[in-house]
T-cell receptor, first 113, second 114 residues
Framework: KAGVTQTPRYLIKTRGQQVTLSCSPI?????VSWYQQTPGQGLQFLFE???????NKGNFPGRFSGRQFSNSRSEMNVSTLELGDSALYLC????????????FGPGTRLTVL | GEDVEQSLFLSVREGDSSVINCTYT??????LYWYKQEPGAGLQLLTY?????DMKQDQRLTVLLNKKDKHLSLRIADTQTGDSAIYFC??????????????FGTGTRLKVLA
């Protein structure tokens, strides 16, 4: 069974632009969570989607948004990019929402210049 | 608070045992997890332990759980150079709204010396 895939793997943007990242969960998994990883802040939870509904949200500004499609694939969008948004964005999928075991993708490395 | 604490660095010699420690915050977590992250990669699930267990062994990995002290440890026997990575512990407590949210530790960078 294929693992979690994320596209693109690397991205370079400039301040003020917007970006969309994509995540395809493991087949059969219906929950997708997003995390931001930076050297200074570690792994921080962005949001969780299950059955196309956002179930949980971390403490990030409204510039960060996401959605989930009927096939469980998820996208996250960051608008008006700032230098501090440079990070590794990780997606994790699980069978169900909540406390179910999460499996991570390889991440998308975003660099904001 | 929400901080899951780990020591930042650990250095061991190849063939020795490594012990990575974690102090978590919330006893409502049903499972506690250990993940491994190699450079430039995502997190790989290594093992997990059910909260009503004290110990779990999985090949070279042994997880110990002390619920009273909210202390979790990961022991790697016969550590190899391929074990060099960052190790994260994680808990998944319930929130006030009835949902669950993973909280990850700060990560321990394990360096294995040949």
């Amino acid at each position: 069974k294929a693992g979690v895939t994320q596209t693109p793997r690397y991205l370079i943007k400039t301040r003020g632009q917007q970006v969309t990242l994509s995540c395809s969960p493991i087949s059969g998994h219906r929950s997708v969570s997003w995390y931001q990883q930076t050297p200074g802040q570690g792994l921080q939870f962005l949001f969780e989607y299950f059955s196309e509904t956002q179930r949980n949200k971390g403490n990030f500004p409204g510039r960060f948004s996401g959605r989930q499609f009927s096939n469980s694939r998820s996208e996250m969008n960051v608008s008006t990019l700032e230098l501090g948004d440079s990070a590794l964005y990780l997606c994790a999928s699980s069978l169900a929402a909540g406390a179910d075991t999460q499996y991570f993708g390889p991440g998308t490395r975003l660099t904001v210049l | 608070g929400e901080d899951v604490e780990q020591s930042l660095f650990l250095s061991v010699r190849e063939g020795d045992s490594s012990v990575i420690n974690c102090t978590y915050t919330d006893s409502s977590s049903t499972y506690l997890y250990w993940y491994k992250q190699e450079p430039g990669a995502g997190l790989q699930l290594l093992t997990y332990i059910f909260s009503n267990m004290d110990m779990k062994q999985d090949q070279r990995l042994t997880v110990l759980l002390n619920k009273k002290d909210k202390h979790l440890s990961l022991r790697i026997a016969d550590t190899q150079t391929g074990d060099s990575a960052i190790y994260f512990c994680a808990e998944c407590p319930s929130t006030t709204s009835g949902t669950y949210k993973y909280i990850f530790g700060t990560g321990t960078r394990l360096k294995v010396l040949a």
